[in-house]
């Protein structure tokens, strides 16, 4: 896509969720949820979470789009988390993934696994649990390494070849969160810049960029879903850090940003103004 | 009741909850649960979110009030929900109901349609679930129409006569939450204005509004219960959103207008000044 | 310890845990858990909330510390908790109990009879509860008292011999929440002072106090760790108070000062100035 394509890409996606509302359900963790809630009210979209299999099954069967994030995994994850997953997949249903703590359980193990015949349309995670995935699902080589927790020990830069492969093999996007952002379809290779380190010092942030992904999976592409999500989360860090310049105050001031961004400036920002051909090439 | 009575009945909910600082347990979704007990503690009560059945049935038999609210439904809930709302009804304890969720799977379906036999003192919903509850119950005619996710469909209005069935059935209150708020014992009917747009875009209003009204059951009877909190929270959102234009550092603010409330302003603002014809009649 | 040791450890436990950002998993309730991730981040650690037996064995297998908070318990806790606290045993890894809503039911007290043998470095509770876990233990006599719910209905002062009583057991520390705070480690015996009244209008301060006790036990010993935290949030929510006169925004600026506080200021505030003498012969 040109600079100009995705540019009214991402205005069209703002706008239209603005205007349809769209509900996006998710089973997350519960650590977080309250988080990634606001903030899919916060851009537009609605929320529901759920847990229970025949609830997520019916829920996949009617919503638009839908968010897993594994979060704080449950012993009823078993069932509900594959077979959710299956009739997204059935029902060409896009769908975001959060493989947030990768390995840490067979239990998560055996579900990533199944999750690669289901094809998530968006898989967003930091550079460790991106590159975790392409290797258990051997897209690329596994040569070691290891995530400690929930936080990323690679950088974003280091998790660019398991992003591509992993695109390529769903067919959707990848987005691999840090410092900078790395957004591909696997053709379409954008580093995004902005937010702030504020936003590692309170907890969420990550599942929030992927609910909201889920919301902007209702009205537009993969690609351009995961790119507006990620501009609006830049925008709104960068913004509230030039005001706050403590967690709380800031994770305030981050949400009420994200409500109040408008097309034109996610058009305008979804890359580091000057540096087009760096941020494209990369 | 006439307005004065009702007026003075509110200031006396109020003041009482300021007093006794009482508790109300709950069982409710993991997603807002910080939300409700803030809420609570706002307005002078205390809480505690339980899951197991033994620990709610031994809460439900010396707590003075309970709440359920069904969001994030588990599998455990099959046992405890119906063994607490046994217990509860068995007490005589009031309780308050919020049937978030309704519809979603048949294990809610068979969880409220036990809770037909356990009477539940006030019912909080948005008009949808109030509806659709009402038909469950088979106290209103089934005519179609669906509950989306946890969000409201219907205009409050067209929840009117379904809420004054089910005020008649349990014998307590019903209130219907939207941009007015409807609150009836089945004789008494009010119209409640205030509050503000931006609690939509906050997750869990509803939910917390629920949780509050559990704890004026704790000295009020159900319908004072339910006007109280309902003008409450109208009054704390008119207020957050003359100050706050975006919903984050609303949410605070409300929290603290709940606070700082007195038993005066709720008494003066329970309907609009100047329609309490409308209101009153509605 | 004397008091320039003291100091001098505080200083120095700050200082780690900004430098290491150290990560210290939790087991704790639904309610409270953002909270106590956000508290936990604040000071400069790391957070991770985990319910599945495997993964919290084989987080306390490779964590520096963890957290252990009894919470909103699930069916799943009676085979997850007395494991886990037998691996953190096992392995000596120094961990914090929060023993919230002991007495609750027959699960509860079954577990908290367990950890017995598993010798939590940390207990952290209202008096209430200390109480209770120490005639639970049987280590002082139980002559009544009760607890309700999650609140405290004693005095500080009245769960002194049960603290130095737990301390002397475990071999650790053990911190009494109230109005002031009391910190053993069966030696030596702290009163602390500050925080605020408003703290008790926001759910889960006790419990992100935990969670930071075990952030700072992967770099001090338990009394020092306990101490360090407890002056932390004594410190955060008198300055808060000083700003803010209403729960949530002394919420949000309680954490905001959680992250900006120094080595220096907790050092120079591990008691009331002045009333060193009381603060440390209590």
């Known amino acids: 896509m040109t600079e100009t394509e995705i540019c009214s890409a991402l205005a069209q996606a703002v706008d239209a969720v603005h205007k349809k509302n769209p509900l996006a359900p998710s089973i997350t963790n519960t ?7 606001n903030a899919q009210l916060a851009v537009g979209g609605s929320a529901a979470m759920l847990y ?36 997204l997949h059935e029902n060409k249903t896009p769908w975001a993934l959060d493989p947030v703590g990768i390995g840490l359980s067979n239990l998560r193990t055996d ?14 995670g930091n550079a460790s649990e991106i590159i975790a995935l392409a290797k258990l699902w051997g897209l690329i080589e596994d040569v070691g390494g290891q995530v400690r927790g929930v936080d990323a020990t690679e950088k974003v830069s280091s998790a ?34 902005g937010g702030s380190e504020l ?43 030039a005001e706050f310049s403590a967690p709380a105050s800031f994770k305030v001031n981050f949400l009420d940003n994200l409500y109040e961004l408008t097309a034109q400036e996610v058009a305008e920002n979804f890359r580091v103004p000057g540096s087009f051909e760096k941020m494209f090439n990369f």
């Open 52 to 87: 229970l299999a025949d609830e997520c099954i019916q829920m996949a069967k009617v919503a638009p789009a839908f968010y897993i994030n594994m979060g704080t995994a449950m012993p009823f994850y078993a069932e509900t988390l594959p077979k959710t997953a299956q009739v």
């Open 111 to 124: 579900i990533l696994k199944q999750f690669k015949n289901f094809a998530p349309t968006i898989i967003r």
């Open 160 to 193: 660019k070849n398991a992003a591509i492969a992993l695109a390529k093999f769903t067919g959707g996007a990848v987005a691999v969160s840090g410092e900078e952002d790395f957004v591909t379809d696997g053709n379409d290779k954008i580093l995004c810049a």
């Open 31 to 37: 650590v977080t949820q309250d988080f990634v809630a």
């Open 199 to 241: 936003s590692t010092k309170i907890t969420g942030s990550g599942c929030a960029l992927g609910g909201i992904m889920a919301i902007y999976l209702t009205v537009a592409t993969p690609f351009i879903a995961a790119l507006t999500a990620t501009t609006m989360f830049n925008l709104a860090g960068t913004k509230a850090a």
